[in-house]
C-alpha cells in the first residue's frame, strides 16, 4: 500500500471512530439530562403550588387595596378638585381618617395619590418630589401596573390603579412597598434551598429570594426547571425555579467523561500513528527508495548501455579506433559511478559525470550538442545524492532537443541555506498545457505506486522529485519552466551540505 492511501485510511478510520464516540456520548447525555430534567420539573411544580397560594395572595393584596382605594368617592372628589388648596385640604383630611386606609394599605410604607395633572398627595410615607414625578410620568395616561422605583440606597416595589370618572381618568392611587419587605415575604413562604422565587414584571425581575445567575428570565427559563404564574391584572408575575443536583451532578459527570474520551482517542491516535510510521510506511519508503535507486541504475545499464555500445560499434565500423576507445572508457565511468555504494556524492564529482554522459551523448549526435557547464571552486564542497541530475540532462537532450541542434547549459547557486542546480536547454519547449500536465505529474509523483507500469515509463522526474523530498523533506523539490519555441529549464533545489558537515 503507498504512503498516501496508508494516510487517507488512518485519517478516515480515526474520523470515523471520533464521529462515533461523539454520537454514543451525545445521545446519552441528552437521554440522562431528558430524564433528571424532567423529574427536576415534576418536583419544582409540586413544590411550587404551595409556594405560589401564599405569596400570591400577599401580592393580590396589594392589588386590591390599590383597586379600592382607586374606587373610594372621598378620593374620587379630591381629585376632582382644580383649586389646588382644596385638593391639599382634603387631601390632609382623608390623611387623617383611619377609614381610608384598610387592609394591604395599612401596611404600605407609601401610599400616594395623584391628579390627572400630575399633582400628588401622600397620604403615608415620605417619598420625595423628585421620586414622585418620575412615578407620575411613568404610569401618566396608563389604566394601572406594576412600579418599581430606586431612590438612593432604597427600592421599592408596589402598584397603581387608575382613577375614573366614567371613562375619564381623574388621576391615580400609588402603593408601594419597601423591597426587602417583599423579599422577606418570599423568604418567608419559600423554605426550600433548592428552589428560587421571582417576583417579574414584563421582562424585569423585580426582586427575589435568592440571587439567580445567570440573572435574566430568559437564561433561567433556558437553563432550569421553571413554573411560572400571572398574579392577578396588575402585571405581576411569580417565576419559581430549580436547577437540581442531581441535573447539576449529571453535568459534571458528562463534562469529565467528554475530555477524558479525548483523551483516550488522542493516545489510541497517537500509538497507531507511531505504529503506522515505523511498522508500516518507513518500510514502504526504504523499499520504494531502493527500488527507484535500482530502475535508475537498470535505465542507464539497460537502454543508455545498450545505444552507447551501437554508438562504439558504429564508430569502429567507420575506423574511428580512438573516438571508440574513448566513448568506451566514458560509459565505463559512468557505470562505474551509476553502480556506487555511496548515497551522497561532491557536486564536482555530479559535474564531472554529467560531462562525460554528455561526451557520450555528444558522439550520438555529431556536432548537434554545445555543453555550457560551470566549474567553481566550491563544488568541492557541496553534498548531493548521487545520480540526481542525468535522468533531467538525458530529458534535456532527447526531448529538449529532440535531435535538433541546440545547447546544453548546467550551473549550480548557493543562496543561504539552499542550493539551487539549473539545468536548462534552448529546444522547443513546452505549451502551457502540457508544461501544466508535466508539473501536475511531478506534483502526483508520490501517489505512484512502485509496482506501476507507468513509473517505468517516467521514472526521472517523478524519481527525482520523490527521492529529494524523502531525503531532504517537503520544502525541496525541483521546478520546471518552459516556453514554446524557447526552451526548458529545470531547477533542483536542495539544501545545502558540507563535505565536512558529513565528516563531523
Known sequence: MKKGQILKNFIAAIGLLGIILVLIWTFFYVLTRSVIDRNISEQTRSSSEAILYGIEEELLMLEN??????????????????????????????????????????ESENVVVFDANGRFFRLRGKLDNTALNRIYYSINGEN?????????????????????????????????????????MLKTYNQSEDIGVILYSGDRILCSDKNPEPAT?????????????????????????SYGKGL???????????????????????????????????????????????????????????????????LVYKGNKQEASDTCDELARLLRYANAGDDMILLSEEFYTLEQYLKIMCTRYQ?????EMDDDDFYEELLVPRMLLQPIVENAVTHGLAGSKGKISISAQVAGEDLFIKISDNGKGMSREKLKEVKKTITDADSLEI????????????????????ESGDKYGIDIGSELGRGTEVTVHLPVIKKESEIG
Not at 65 to 83: F, P, Q, R, V
Not at 221 to 233: P, S
Not at 367 to 371: F, N, P
Request: charge should be positive; proline fraction near 2%.
Open 451 to 470: 509496482n506501476e507500469p507507468k513509473e517505468l515509463r517516467h521514472i526521472s522526474l517523478q524519481n527525482i522529485e520523490r527521492r529529494i523530498k524523502t
Open 217 to 241: 428570565l430568559e437564561n433561567i427559563r433556558k437553563e432550569a426547571a421553571v413554573y411560572e404564574k400571572e398574579v392577578g391584572l396588575s402585571g405581576f408575575g411569580l417565576l419559581l425555579y
Open 367 to 371: 556536432g548537434m550538442i554545445d555543453i
Open 248 to 314: 447539576a451532578g449529571v453535568t459534571s459527570y458528562f463534562r469529565l467523561a467528554l475530555p477524558v474520551t479525548i483523551l483516550i482517542l488522542l493516545v489510541t491516535v497517537g500509538l497507531f500513528a507511531w505504529y503506522v510510521k515505523n511498522k508500516m510506511v518507513e518500510p514502504i519508503e526504504l523499499i520504494r527508495e531502493r527500488t527507484e535507486k535500482y530502475l535508475l541504475k537498470k535505465q542507464i545499464n539497460a537502454h543508455f548501455t545498450v545505444n552507447t555500445l551501437n554508438v562504439i560499434r558504429a
Open 144 to 184: 394601572g401596573g406594576v412600579i418599581s422605583i430606586s431612590t438612593g440606597d432604597q427600592n421599592y416595589i408596589g402598584t397603581c390603579e387608575a382613577v375614573k370618572n366614567g371613562r375619564k381618568i381623574l388621576g391615580y392611587t400609588v402603593l408601594l412597598s419597601d423591597e426587602a419587605k417583599i423579599e422577606r
Open 65 to 106: 387595596s390599590a383597586l379600592e382605594l382607586a374606587a373610594k368617592g372621598d378620593i374620587i372628589d379630591m381629585l376632582m378638585e382644580e383649586d389646588t388648596y382644596s385638593f391639599y385640604r382634603k387631601g390632609a383630611v382623608l390623611s387623617e381618617k383611619s377609614s381610608i386606609l384598610s387592609g394591604y394599605m395599612q
